[in-house]
């Protein structure tokens, strides 16, 4: 759901605006919708859509006022919504949020969000902060007591930082809230666009309406890029530590006090839960769920959900007891295959 203070609407639109320019089944409605949401997080103003039989529940459970759907299943959307029937719903989830948002789709922020100088008169700032040269902050930030923010830095328009937060050079925060003493290293970027796009002969991008969440006591290492999310927010959890060039992508939701090392990577949409530590280079692929005090090794590649406590090795990942267990029974098959070829 996208945040005034960072995406400026064009909408409302009504239904009928909406089906005519978008290709979508013609309907006679003059309900008027004023944004773009979730399934779980839309209201009666809002349009979502459907593409994806696992969140059966979600649709059945939605306050949305339209849903975008497949024919097929029609059925499924509740009364209080109305299906907009559609080839493809997410594409046509990406054409309809690029109406809505046009400078989101073109990744600008809104008019006047930039002042000529480099602080905007409408950002504020606490007691005693501290800005190294040719730091840049935009319209409406809001920058804590005893904030230190390194030279070169950029602030985006909206951003929150909570008070004693350590920013270091040449580090971009748009679209973001932080919370208090978190420390981000140099050359970060928090809140870039998510890699959304409706694959098709043109892919058509889909602008990322979300925002980046850093709790409180976050230290984020050099050069780690966190995307915001698309409808959804991006999640870093109170106490996480962060290493260098760790890529966190759109709708993650990072739990408390985890551990992520250097060059790890988290596809979209995917859950961490508290305490969870993945070694350097570690992969997580998309939509999946690890549970709390996962422990995932070096260069694992993880393309499925654990629960708690597990131990995870190996690509694909699995288990560490049944990877050893299988390397076992190779080194096994292999010495006795050496040793019939001696006695041949």
Do not use: W
Not at 26 to 43: H, K
Not at 178 to 197: A, L
Not at 249 to 273: D, E, K, P, Y
């Amino acid at each position: 759901m996208a945040d005034a203070r960072f995406f400026t609407s064009a909408g409302p639109f009504s239904v009928d605006v909406l089906t005519e320019r978008n290709g979508i089944e013609a309907r006679d409605e003059n309900m008027l919708l004023s944004g773009l949401a979730s399934l779980s997080a839309a209201d009666s103003n809002h349009l979502s859509f459907f593409s994806n039989i696992k969140l059966q529940a979600e649709l059945a459970a939605t306050n949305a006022g339209a849903v975008l759907v497949k024919a097929e299943h029609a059925a499924l959307v509740p009364p209080q919504s109305l299906a907009l029937i559609c080839d493809d719903p997410y594409r046509s989830m990406a054409e309809i949020t690029q109406m809505f948002f046009p400078d989101a789709a073109r990744s600008r922020p809104p008019r006047g969000a930039i002042a000529e100088s480099n602080i905007h008169p409408d950002a504020v700032l606490g007691d005693n902060v501290v800005l190294e040269p040719n730091v840049v902050i935009g319209a409406g930030a809001e920058i804590g007591d005893g904030c230190h923010i390194g030279a070169h830095s950029f602030i985006g328009h909206g951003v929150v930082l909570g008070r004693d937060c350590t920013i270091g050079a040449h580090t971009s925060i748009t679209y973001a809230l932080i919370g208090d003493r978190v420390i981000v290293h140099g050359g970060t970027n928090i809140g870039c666009d998510g890699f959304g796009f409706a694959p098709g002969a043109a892919h058509i991008k889909i602008p990322q309406l979300g925002r980046v969440i850093v709790q409180a006591d976050v230290e984020i290492g050099g050069n780690a890029a966190i995307d915001r999310g698309a409808l959804a927010d991006t999640v870093i959890g109170e106490g996480s530590k962060l290493d260098n060039l760790v890529h966190i992508a759109h709708n993650v939701q990072l739990g408390r006090h985890c551990f992520i090392t250097a060059s790890c990577a988290v596809a979209g949409s995917t859950t961490l839960g508290d305490y969870v530590q993945m070694g350097g280079g570690a992969k997580v692929t998309g939509h999946v769920e690890i549970g709390d005090r996962c422990v995932i090794s070096a260069n694992a590649a993880v393309l499925r959900s654990f629960p708690a406590d597990s131990e995870i090795a190996g690509s694909p990942g699995r288990l560490r007891s049944a990877l050893y267990r299988d390397q076992a029974f190779i080194s096994h098959q292999r010495k006795q295959a050496e040793k019939s070829k001696k006695a041949d």
